[in-house]
């Protein structure tokens, strides 16, 4: 009895270990990985990339390790990043998964910057395991790269000198949402937004704007994050006659959210922030998606964008890029991040090298116009985000797929 | 609020709450049998919803790896997923109950907690972490009552809760099984020595919670989506509903918490702040342990009702 006892709990545990252990898919195969150097190369540079490639923002990370494992194929491919020593050198990237933990994402940080000697740090996809990884690479004196959105990354910025960022804040989202109502002459509108950092931190953005502007937000709710009824507040809303209503979430409560509001039988044109930018949404939500508005960095309606648009040949190069080592993938924006922060890194090891110093000035001072996916990057002394509303573009859901709204049509309704 | 958003606010409460009340329902009737709290009572509604989403839908599986399609009927569909999930439940009876040797229901309990991790990295790993959703059961325009509107889906909630409720009290108060399985919850060892096979009644019980579950799961899902990670949530909140008012012990003070809690959450998100929406329920769950540690019903009262 005793025996069968033991066995069965070994069981148990066995099964809680395999679950908890299970990598869900394994990386599309790199050819060329930490491939021996070649004959007259110089030492392999070291990037660490920190994401999260399982946990609940595994749809963030899984496309960023992807897109940093493509552009490692594709530099050493073409033979390596040439050094400022004038010799090849392979990139040498190295992954760890936070497993969406920002425990986990500190734990990755110190490895890579303390044990694999990285010149600088890619990490992580969401806001609060970037804001845990800041610790480490400050003390260390190391460049960091988050691909998260929170603002608070990046600021202040008097301590957050070795931390940069690619992914657009959510200021400037909210600002293109204000051209869209002033050029709809609304002046009264309802927000609900996702009670955590992200929803804090764009519903502040709001708040503070359309004051500024003039714009009375009638009622300012909050839901918490996996919360599936939004009936009370919606009721709640529904009462205050809004002319639009701002909604600040991602697709696992703002499509539930947006279905809701259409069975309540509410019209106001809905807005939502850049957290629904991906298919996830409009699969969800299906009809109920029609009409959404949204503002979104170009990589979604690439193909639509006018020719004179400085991105575009890069966004249609990396959509294909991607496709390609994905086996028809389509990328999402949060690949894009990715891809920002690697080839800002690439670019600032080709210019100064292996140098944590001297990446951290390059990076302040030398990213200048870099035309990237989320935007074209002008980083400063007092710009660690280097990106602006003109990254931005507003994008609304027709017949299942992204239209872009260009702002000379905002009032075209 | 005018009387039309009080109406909506209502509408959304029972709709919700009949969820609670089942969920509610499967903890009280496994808790009477065997004594255990089944801490992975959300994660049967999860797997109910989760699966009959499979077998009716294209959905893609192990991230992508390979996309099924079977497009069965919605209704057998809904059906196989709950005999599916009834299976489940006997298979974590084994687990709880005749595997481990022991009669400590502490121990019993800790193991369901290892079963609910486990189910819901088995779905993390089946599904990922993306929601899914369920057509509604029958499509076709909201019914308007002033300003206030009832979704059809709302209907089909509220409906099949209150069939069900009816349908296990049937059960239990008039067939022979269902009043062994009352003898069981009195005294165990009583019915044993009426010759009832008390073994079996568990089993009974883990089966039939686990498909009262399912179906709480499967009916809520076209409204509030379903995702690996939202059994946790319902189940919370049914063991809440459980033990404010039965008690963990009796049947209709599940259904009446169920229903209580929540029309108090959604009131409670409209009226004072939509922030504290889920503080409500664990306020409610705290007030009454202090005031009464069965429930606001004794235990007495059950046992009245059994007949005892």
């Known amino acids: 009895m005793k025996k069968r006892f033991l066995a069965m709990t070994l069981l148990v545990i066995a099964v809680l270990v395999l679950t908890a252990c299970a990598t869900p898919t394994a990386a599309p195969q790199s050819t060329s990985p930490t491939a021996a150097p070649q004959a007259a190369a110089g030492e392999p540079y070291k990037v660490g990339l920190v994401t999260s490639i399982t946990g609940p923002a595994s749809s963030l990370g899984i496309p960023e390790r992807d897109t940093a494992l493509m552009i490692q194929d594709q530099v050493n491919k073409a033979g390596g990043i040439k050094g400022p020593d004038g010799a090849m050198h392979q990139m040498e990237l190295i992954v760890e998964d936070d497993a969406s933990d920002a425990s986990k994402a500190t734990l ?203 991105q575009k040949a890069v966004l249609l190069k990396y959509i294909a890029d991607y496709g390609a080592f994905t086996n028809g993938k389509a990328p999402s924006s949060f690949g894009g991040h990715g891809w920002d922060a690697v080839q800002i890194a690439v670019a600032g090891l080709q210019a100064v090298g292996p140098d944590r110093a001297k990446l951290r000035d390059y990076f302040e001072n030398q990213v200048k116009n870099f035309v990237g996916i989320s935007g074209v990057f002008n980083w400063s002394p007092t710009d660690h985000v280097g990106i602006g509303k003109e990254s931005l573009v507003l994008v609304r859901i027709k017949d299942g797929g992204w239209e872009f709204v260009a702002p000379d049509k905002y009032a075209a309704q | 609020m005018s009387p039309d958003q009080l109406f909506q606010l209502l509408i959304a409460g029972l709709t919700i709450g009949s969820i609670y009340a089942l969920i509610a329902l499967g903890f009280v009737v496994i808790h009477n049998v065997t004594g255990v709290i089944n801490l992975a009572q959300g994660e049967f509604a999860m797997l109910g919803a989760l699966i009959a989403i499979t077998l009716t839908s294209e959905t893609p599986l192990f991230h992508r790896a390979f996309t099924v399609n079977w497009n069965l009927p919605l209704f057998i569909g809904i059906v196989l997923a709950t005999l599916l999930v009834m299976g489940v439940g006997a298979l974590v009876y084994w687990i709880v109950v005749r595997a481990p040797r022991t009669d400590s229901v502490i121990i019993q309990i800790i193991i369901t907690i290892g079963i609910a991790i486990t189910l819901r990295g088995i779905a993390l790993i089946t599904w990922g972490t993306d929601p899914f959703r369920l057509p509604e059961f029958s499509a076709g325009p909201p019914i308007q009552i002033g300003s206030a509107v009832l979704t059809r889906q709302d209907l089909w909630v509220i409906g099949s809760a209150f069939a069900l409720m009816a349908l296990l009290y049937l059960f239990f108060q008039h067939t022979f099984i269902g009043t062994s399985l009352r003898a069981c919850a009195v005294n165990r060892t009583a019915a044993r020595l009426m010759g009832i096979n008390v073994s079996y009644m568990m089993l009974l019980a883990f089966v039939l919670s686990a498909g009262i579950g399912a179906l709480a799961g499967i009916v809520i899902a076209p409204k509030t989506f379903m995702g690996y990670d939202t059994g946790t949530y319902l189940g919370l909140k049914g063991f809440v509903a459980a033990i404010v008012i039965g008690g963990l012990s009796d049947e209709r003070g599940a259904i009446v918490g169920g229903l209580l809690l929540g029309v108090l959450e959604i009131f409670a998100a409209a009226l004072i702040s939509s922030g504290y929406k889920d503080a409500i329920a664990f306020l409610v769950l705290i007030a009454v342990l202090f005031v009464q540690t069965t429930g606001i019903l004794r235990r007495g009262a059950k046992r009245e009702a059994a007949g005892v």
Not at chain 1, 113 to 139: C, F, H, R, Y
Not at chain 1, 151 to 158: D, E, G, K, L
Not at chain 1, 211 to 239: N, R
């Open chain 1, 108 to 310: 990755a940080a110190k490895k890579l910057v303390e044990q694999d000697n990285v010149a600088v740090l890619i990490g992580s996809s969401g806001s609060p395991a970037s804001l845990a990884m800041i610790e480490t690479a400050t003390k260390n004196s190391t460049p960091m790269i988050s691909m998260a959105s929170a603002s608070q990354i990046v600021n202040p910025i008097a301590e957050r000198n070795w931390i940069f960022k690619t992914p657009q804040a959510n200021q400037p989202v909210t600002a293109v949402q204000l051209d869209w109502l002033k050029a709809n002459n609304i002046t009264k509108v309802a927000s609900i937004g996702v009670n955590n950092a992200f929803g804090k931190d764009s519903r502040d953005a709001m708040n503070a704007q359309f004051k500024e502007a003039g714009i009375e937000v009638l009622a300012d709710e909050v839901f918490q994050p996996g919360d599936k009824d939004f009936t009370a507040q919606l009721t709640k809303i529904k009462g205050l006659n809004p002319e639009a209503v701002i909604i600040h979430a991602t697709p696992g409560e703002g499509a539930p959210l947006t279905v809701q509001y259409h069975t309540l039988g509410m019209t106001a044109p809905l807005l939502h922030n850049h957290g629904i930018g991906n298919k996830d949404f409009i699969n969800l939500a299906k009809d109920a998606a029609e009409g959404v508005m949204f503002p979104i960095g170009k990589l979604l309606v690439a193909n639509s964008l006018p020719d004179s648009d400085p």
